[in-house]
């Protein structure tokens, strides 16, 4: 799924702009292999770590024109930093939660079948149509717990 998503993504800014490289492959490319949200800061540091030479305003231009194209979404975790997350283009979106480590920042995906009857049982027992949710739970990591 990373790489099809990848090759999309570069097919549809290349599409709409003429142009899918440089820094904008690359940041698409380290998107593609994640399994969550990263902000603008980690992906810099990452595509740096791998010997792109890429500036963050780079970075931030692209998040901001696949956020517009649909093909990222935005995580707010409550602490005043976007962060971002690809979408599936044929909509099988990968849902899943995210448990946040208060102490290091660390963030970590997870998935909960009962969770997500309970939200949908209390939903629609007051009459919601829920058309999205986000769960974060905040506290400590194993490692900071230690």
Do not use: N
């Not at 599409?15 to 940041?27: D, F, I, K, L, Y």
């Not at 290091?104 to 079948?113: Q, R």
């Amino acid at each position: 799924m990373p790489e099809a998503w990848t090759a999309h993504v570069l097919d549809r800014m290349r599409a709409e702009s003429g142009r899918s490289g440089g820094a904008r492959r690359v940041v698409v490319e380290l998107l593609g292999r994640q399994d969550c949200c990263l902000s603008a800061q980690e992906i810099h540091d990452g595509v740096r770590s791998e010997g792109a030479r890429v500036g963050i305003a780079s970075v931030y231009r692209t998040l901001e024109g696949l956020d517009e194209l649909g093909l990222v979404q935005r995580v707010d975790l409550g602490d005043g930093v976007s962060r971002f997350e690809r979408i599936d283009p044929r909509g099988d979106h990968h849902h899943h939660h995210h448990l946040v480590c208060d102490d290091c920042g660390k963030v970590e995906p997870f998935e909960d079948s009962a969770l997500e009857q309970a939200l949908e049982r209390v939903a629609g027992g007051r009459g919601y149509e829920v058309a999205a949710h986000d769960v974060v739970l905040r506290g400590a990591c194993g490692d900071c717990r230690v």
